[in-house]
Nanobody, 117 residues
Framework: QVQLVESGGGLVQPGASLTLSCAAS????????MGWFRQAPGKERVFVGS????????SYSDSVKGRFIISRVNAKNTMYLQMNSLKPEDTAVYYC??????????WGPGTQVTVSS
């Protein structure tokens, strides 16, 4: 089992950058594929991107591709989401998640990101 906690959210202006962190507990962090999701006010939670257990492969939604970068440091049990060229439509609560197979089994409580001038 793994417990996840996001950090690094805040209020930024359009065009700015922000990096979120997802800290995991447990010794098996490196066994999990990790993902980022977000939920805007009044909308469903949607996939942002993911990274394989080794960090060799990443995938992104079309809305963030080319602007966001996901990375992980297994030795630190931490995953990162570097967000560049932020837009007001990126405003959401951001969640990290972990899975072994197809279902995202573990979730963090989320961190708020607000992009506004």
């Amino acid at each position: 089992q793994v417990q996840l906690v996001e950090s690094g959210g805040g209020l930024v202006q359009p065009g700015a950058s922000l990096t979120l962190s997802c800290a995991a507990s447990g010794r098996t962090f490196s066994s999990y594929e990790m993902g980022w999701f977000r939920q805007a006010p009044g909308k469903e939670r949607v996939f942002v991107g993911s990274i394989t257990w080794s960090g060799e492969r990443t995938s992104y939604s079309d809305s963030v591709k080319g602007r966001f970068i996901i990375s992980r440091v297994n030795a630190k049990n931490t995953m990162y989401l570097q967000m560049n060229s932020l837009k007001p439509e990126d405003t959401a609560v951001y969640y990290c998640a972990a899975r072994i197979a197809t279902q995202w089994d573990y979730w963090g409580p989320g961190t708020q990101v607000t992009v506004s001038s």
